[in-house]
Structure formats: structure tokens, C-alpha cells
């Protein structure tokens, strides 16, 4: 943006949303994938202290690494709602500006 002026390629913005929600269900598929497959596993490293020791270190940080996944999922869903939701309203926008000057020109013409 310089100055006075403002410019959106509409068509780039619109056509980034899909990829966007791809990149989304990607990482969904990523964490559940992770999910499952770190359940499958059970409690495979034993109640002995050293079970515990283990578990105390791999535990907190799974849950973690799950919740983030999750959550940049939906963050991701929301990113591409809101890029779409943008990419139309600035097409939107841009019709009705254009529909304004039309209808300034034909005023200015029918003066003349």
C-alpha cells in the first residue's frame, strides 16, 4: 500500500483459501494419525520405577504435542474461513466500486 491506494488481487486471495483448509485436514490426518497409533501402544513401558520414570517424561509432552496439533487445525479451518470470507467481501467491494463510477460516469455523461 503507498500513499492513497489499496489493491487486492482477489482471485490469488480466493484460490488460497483451498489450499489453506488442505493444509488444515493435513495436519488433522497427522494428529490422529499420531493418536492412534501412540494409544495402540498402551502403557508398553511398564509399572516398574523405571516404567514410570519413562512415563513421567513421554506423557505430559504427547498430550501436548496432540492438543497442539488440534488446535492448529482449527486454527488453520479458521484462517481459511476468514481468507474466503475476505477474498468475497473484497470482490464484493470491488463490484460495487465499480458499479459506482459507472453510475458517475452515466450521470456526468447524461449533463453533458
Not at 494419525?33 to 495402540?40: M, N, V
Not at 464484493?92 to 449533463?111: G, L, M, P, V, Y
Request: aromatic fraction near 6%; charged fraction near 25%.
Amino acid at each position: 500500500m503507498s500513499g492513497n491506494y489499496f489493491a487486492v488481487d482477489t482471485d490469488a486471495l480466493a484460490t488460497a483459501a483451498p489450499e489453506i483448509m488442505r493444509l488444515a485436514q493435513r495436519v488433522n490426518r497427522v494428529n490422529s494419525l499420531l493418536e492412534s497409533r501412540t494409544s495402540a501402544l498402551g502403557e508398553c513401558w511398564g509399572h516398574d520405577a523405571g516404567g514410570r520414570q519413562f512415563a513421567q517424561q513421554y506423557m505430559r509432552p504427547r498430550n501436548q504435542l496432540l492438543k497442539g496439533l488440534g488446535s492448529a487445525s482449527k486454527v488453520l479451518d479458521s484462517m481459511a474461513d476468514g481468507v474466503q470470507t475476505m477474498a468475497k467481501g473484497f470482490s464484493k467491494t470491488e463490484e460495487q466500486a465499480i458499479e459506482a463510477a459507472n453510475d458517475f460516469r452515466n450521470s456526468a455523461n447524461d449533463r453533458s
